[in-house]
């Protein structure tokens, strides 16, 4: 059975930073891609962030692209989002996917196409 648990949410002032981990397991994960999805109140669910596990590759939104840097431990079978320069439009719910495709494709990819969720993590900037 497959599991992706993020951690790391909480409430931060604007400018500041955070870091969120996601744990997965339940299978071997090296033919796919691990992405940062977010969903604000009333909004869709956006990708952030993504990358392959194995590999270079990433995919990151424009609205966050210079603030936060995908990353990934094959060894712990983690992977992470380091979020600076936080802002309060950064407020979402924060989820971890995977699906086997490559890190533009998940980017780009309508959240019910995603083989895989977290449970979500909630990031909250204040002002």
């Known amino acids: 059975q497959v599991q992706l648990v993020e951690s790391g949410g909480g409430l931060v002032q604007a400018g500041g930073s955070l870091k ?10 090296s033919s796919y891609a691990m992405g940062w999805f977010r969903q604000a109140p009333g909004k869709g669910r956006e990708c952030v962030a993504a990358m392959r596990w194995t590999g270079y ?7 966050v ?8 431990d094959n060894a712990k ?4 989002l380091q979020m ?6 950064d407020t979402a719910v924060y989820y971890c996917a995977a699906d086997p495709t490559t890190a533009h494709a998940l980017g ?6 995603v083989d895989y969720w977290g449970q979500g ?4 900037v204040s002002s």
């Open 20 to 29: 969120l981990s996601c744990a997965a397991s339940g299978r071997t994960f």
């Open 57 to 63: 590759t990433t995919y990151y939104a424009d609205s």
């Open 65 to 72: 692209k210079g603030r936060f840097t995908i990353s990934r």
């Open 77 to 80: 079978n983690a992977g992470y």
């Open 84 to 89: 600076n320069s936080l802002k309060p439009a």
């Open 108 to 113: 780009v990819m309508p959240g019910s196409d």
């Open 121 to 124: 993590t909630q990031v909250t």
